[in-house]
């Protein structure tokens, strides 16, 4: 199983990017990279999901790097609801199926 | 995407025990997984339920402690057996729509507390 590195913790001001780093050095070529936030008593919510292009949706962007071993996850307009944990994800394929293996993701503070 | 209801949101219990959850979606979906968060811990995927079959269970989970019922497409049960204190833990459902494509949607989870 590819596996994932992230910063425990990153803080951002209301109204900047923040960038979310990840790296996954052993994915392979046929794993996506997914990204989820879990804010505090909820279940996690999909934000996006990428191969090897980047990618962008309504709520974030996500660029990967040529090589797949590192991607970034960017909201461009943090605000203070975007607090929340946030797991950068490689999906496996096993013989249940495919299934999210969660790390223990980037506790993202977005402050005043 | 889909609409997860999962009940009870949350239950104390006696340890010893046993407390089934339901998770019942609005739509047909291919995969139905469930996950336990301990607390201030990541999400430790517990087991896969399959329709018509037996759960496909993760290292370190059993089914004698965690036995899963999926009888159909949209509605699955998981249940805590003879509950202990390290129990305590949120417990959440999770589909998948579409096979191989697309993101997972997350029920809002069971807050489990063993006293």
């Known amino acids: 199983d590819a596996k994932t590195t992230q910063p425990p913790s990153m803080d951002c001001a209301e109204g900047r990017a923040a960038n979310l780093p990840c790296n996954h050095s052993?994915?392979?070529?046929?794993?996506?990279v997914y990204w989820y936030r879990q804010i505090h008593s909820q279940g996690p919510q999909y934000i996006i999901h990428?191969?090897?292009n980047n990618e962008t949706n309504e709520m974030a962007s996500l660029i990967i790097t040529e090589d797949r071993k590192s991607s970034t996850l960017i909201l461009p307009h943090a605000t203070l609801r975007d607090t929340a944990v946030y797991y950068c994800?490689?999906?496996?394929?096993?013989?249940?199926?495919?299934?999210?293996?969660f790390g223990e993701g980037t506790q993202l503070t977005v402050n005043p | 995407s889909a609409v997860i209801s999962q009940k009870p949101s949350r239950d104390i219990c006696q340890r010893g025990t046993s407390l089934t959850i339901q998770c019942q979606v609005d739509?047909?979906?291919?995969?139905m997984f469930w996950y336990r968060q301990q607390p201030g811990q990541s999400l430790t995927l517990i087991a896969t339920?399959?329709?018509?079959?037996?759960?496909?269970?993760e290292s370190g989970f059993v089914i004698d402690k965690f036995p899963i019922s999926r009888p159909n497409l949209t509605f699955s049960t998981l249940t805590v057996s003879n509950m202990s204190p390290e129990d305590s833990s949120i417990y959440l459902c999770?589909?998948?729509?579409?096979?191989?494509?697309?993101?997972?949607?997350f029920g809002s989870g069971t807050r489990l507390t063993v006293v």
């Open positions: 999770s589909v998948v729509l579409v096979k191989g494509a697309g993101g997972y949607t």
């Open positions: 052993t994915i392979s070529g046929n794993e996506y």
């Open positions: 990428g191969l090897k």
């Open positions: 994800i490689v999906r496996v394929a096993g013989t249940s199926g495919s299934r999210l293996t």
């Open positions: 739509s047909q979906v291919t995969m």
């Open positions: 339920a399959n329709q018509g079959s037996e759960a496909t269970y």
